[in-house]
């Protein structure tokens, strides 16, 4: 069965992100080892995965490289440590870049119709945001 993930602020190759959130690691490198290593024993390569921003800092190539070894099929809602987070002066140019590596699509928000699940029978509508913000999406 097809699952549908969501996650966000992997910050990939991003070394004071370990010191400023606590991470259990020695450094970015460590660090990139082991959320590729989980997000592999999580994700099936038939399985959908939704990056709600801050995928990568720092070495911008290795980051974009990064999605190649990764299972699933990855949609990233850029945040604001992506090039292509439409706030940055010439994002546009990057979201290619970010296509190119792998992403099935880039954009600053989505929306999308959730699996339907047991508790979940109709299959909600919910906008998809790196940002917080209050308000229910339609069905």
Avoid at 56 to 74: F, H, M, N, P
Avoid at 83 to 102: M, Q
């Amino acid at each position: 069965m097809r699952k549908t993930w969501f996650t966000a602020d992997t910050h990939f190759g991003h070394g004071r992100i370990i010191e400023t959130c606590s991470r259990p690691f020695a450094d970015s490198a460590e660090m990139d080892v082991e959320l590729i290593r989980r997000w592999n024993l999580a994700v099936a390569p038939a399985d959908t995965v939704w990056v709600l921003g801050d995928w990568a800092l720092g070495d911008k190539a290795r980051g974009l490289e990064i999605v190649s070894e990764l299972q699933g099929t990855e949609h990233l809602v850029a945040g604001t440590h992506d090039a292509c987070w439409p706030g940055r002066i010439g994002a546009e140019k990057y979201v290619k870049r970010f296509l190119d590596a792998g992403f099935a699509s880039v954009g600053a928000f989505a929306r999308v119709k959730l699996p339907a699940t047991g508790e979940n029978a109709q299959g909600r509508k919910v906008l998809l945001s790196h940002f917080p913000y209050r308000g229910v999406a339609r069905r």
